[in-house]
Antibody, heavy 120, light 110 residues
Framework: EVQVLESGGGLVQPGGSLRLSCAAS????????MSWVRQAPGKGLEWVSS????????YYADSVKGRFTISRDNSKATLFLQMNGLRDEDTALYYC?????????????WGQGTLVTVSS | QSALTQPRSVSGSPRQSVTISCTGT?????????VSWYQHHPGKVPKLIIY???KRPSGVPDRFSGSRSGNTASLTISGLQADDEADYYC??????????FGGGTKLTVL
């Protein structure tokens, strides 16, 4: 069974940093692109960042570009999101999502999410 | 990277049908055959119900169907059931390994 489990969320002050992790199991992690998607309180889903299967190519939403860094450790089947310069508007539930097989572009497995709260 | 436009809410009675629209641009919805839809019950994990505009993953009832005309995609749910009450999000691939979601539509089963 495919599973992804996020961790690392918490309360942080504006301008602070946080590192999210996503532990994957039940599939060949190193073969799939992975993404982070977030949902702010009372708002819709927002794609945040994606990373190629080999970790060589990274992609970011304009809202986080230059502040967030996505990475992965394929030997440990783990995805990361380093978040620096956090702002109030980054407060959200952050989901880790597995992309579909090559040839299509959708998210077919999601974690439960980890909550990030940015507040002084 | 502007969000796709969805109605904030729709409603329908049991056994009726509802359609949720999702409007984008030629750079996303109209430009790629990669529109997906997710059902999200609050507090639970988003669930894929439609991918590649019209395809259903195994296990998703055929009451759920997707379509597209130009820059607008649609999700139709027929034979409404109480458990269909949830938030529904469209999502489109936007090129260069980026995606854009809709703002979400709250479905109420009356």
């Amino acid at each position: 069974e495919v599973q992804v489990l996020e961790s690392g969320g918490g309360l942080v002050q504006p301008g602070g940093s946080l590192r999210l992790s996503c532990a994957a199991s039940g599939f060949t992690f190193s073969s799939y692109s992975m993404s982070w998607v977030r949902q702010a309180p009372g708002k819709g889903l927002e794609w945040v960042s994606s990373l190629s299967a080999d970790g060589a190519r990274t992609y970011y939403a304009d809202s986080v570009k230059g502040r967030f860094t996505i990475s992965r450790d394929n030997s440990k089947a783990t995805l990361f999101l380093q978040m620096n310069g956090l702002r109030d508007e980054d407060t959200a539930l952050y989901y880790c999502a597995k992309r579909s097989e090559a040839g299509s572009y959708y998210f077919n497995s999601w974690g439960q999410g980890t909550l990030v709260t940015v507040s002084s | 990277q502007s969000a796709l436009t969805q109605p904030r809410s729709v409603s329908g009675s049991p056994r009726q049908s509802v359609t949720i629209s999702c409007t984008g641009t030629s750079s996303d919805v109209g430009g790629y055959n990669y529109v997906s839809w997710y059902q999200h019950h609050p507090g639970k994990v988003p669930k894929l119900i439609i991918y590649d505009v019209t395809k259903r993953p195994s296990g998703v009832p055929d009451r759920f169907s997707g379509s597209r005309s130009g820059n607008t995609a649609s999700l139709t749910i027929s034979g409404l059931q109480a458990d269909d009450e949830a938030d529904y999000y469209c999502c489109s691939y936007a090129g260069s390994f980026t995606w854009v979601f809709g703002g979400g539509t709250k479905l109420t089963v009356l």
